[in-house]
């Protein structure tokens, strides 16, 4: 990309253009203002082609950026620059200077800062539009992997739907057509099919969910569907203090559990030593027994043999 890929820029606010920079002669100032005074005021970028050159805006918080390229620059390159420009510009000036600044007052402050961004975007080109390749297919794989959850959870709905109302409740009412592959998915049928259950599953009702469905699948319109998404967020708050009120229970259950099994650990303690002594005390008494009735025959022998205590004889 050449040096003359950029042939004028300037930041203004609201119309006033507060610095500029171009090293050409022309009439692309004039121009470049003319698009100025007719650009919408939101937030957005802007770009205009004449004569063999691109008007690139970037319009954001009562402020435009502008640069004029020549056609052959990618806008991409353009808007790449913008948003460099912006940065430098908000980090300098933000909610300071720019505010008060009068016209073509930071011409000599601003105007070197946006030669020299022009030229890093020139000399970078390549590696830019490279990176900026990589944003989109990373923006493309993001959004397919969102619809693909998003189908998947209109499946997850259907399939639960047939488990709880029946197969033949749900399918019956003509609401949804699809491939199970997911080849083909009547999505805003379905769609409002999952919200009115999400809405309704409380009830249990299969009469009110064939009636509201046949509606739904009819087209007609149920004031119903107006309070969804205020009721899905009481619902979800509701489920959420269930939530957190089972997690609670679910605590103190475990630390009833806990208590309970070391209350229980020092019965069983407790009872194992008064099962020792027991024993213990059982085995004294045996041998106590024991040992008198050994005493005992020996008395009898002594007392057999000496006739008396007295076995000098």
Not at 26 to 46: E, M, R, V, Y
Not at 118 to 144: F, G, P, R
Request: charge should be positive; include cysteine.
């Amino acid at each position: 990309m050449t040096q003359e890929a950029f042939i004028y820029s300037f930041v203004a606010r609201g119309t006033m253009i507060l610095a500029e920079y171009t090293e050409f002669t022309g009439n692309f100032p004039a121009i470049a203002a003319q698009c100025l005074h007719k650009l919408p005021s939101s937030n957005n970028k802007f770009t205009y082609t004449c004569d063999h050159h691109t008007f690139n805006f970037l319009v954001e918080d009562g402020y435009a950026y502008c640069v004029v390229a020549k056609e052959a620059v990618s806008k991409h390159i353009s808007i790449a620059f913008l948003e460099r420009m912006k940065a430098d510009f908000k980090t300098r000036y933000g909610g300071g200077k720019a505010d008060t600044a009068i016209a073509k007052s930071l011409n000599k402050e601003f105007g070197p800062i946006m030669k020299e961004h022009m030229k890093y975007i020139i000399d970078h080109a390549e590696e830019i539009e490279k990176l900026l390749k990589v944003k989109a297919q990373v923006s493309e794989v993001k959004s397919i992997m969102l619809e693909n959850i998003d189908k998947k959870f209109v499946l997850l709905t259907l399939f639960l739907l047939t488990s709880i109302f029946g197969k033949g409740d749900v399918w019956s009412l003509g609401v949804c057509s699809f491939d199970m592959g997911g080849k083909s998915v009547n999505h805003t049928k379905i769609e409002n099919f999952a919200l009115f259950i999400l809405f309704r599953v409380r009830s249990k009702s299969k009469s009110s969910l064939a009636s509201f469905s046949l509606k739904i699948a009819l087209g007609i319109q149920n004031p119903d569907v107006q309070m969804l998404p205020l009721a899905l967020t009481i619902d979800r708050g509701e489920n959420l203090t269930i939530l957190v009120d089972k997690t609670e229970d679910l605590r103190s259950q475990a630390s009833c559990r806990k208590n309970n099994s070391l209350r229980i650990a020092q019965q069983y303690k407790s009872k194992g030593t008064q099962i020792r002594r027991k024993m213990w005390y059982q085995n004294m008494k045996i041998k106590l027994v024991v040992l008198g009735v050994l005493l005992l025959l020996v008395l009898v022998i002594w007392l057999s043999i000496c006739h008396g205590f007295n076995c000098t004889n």
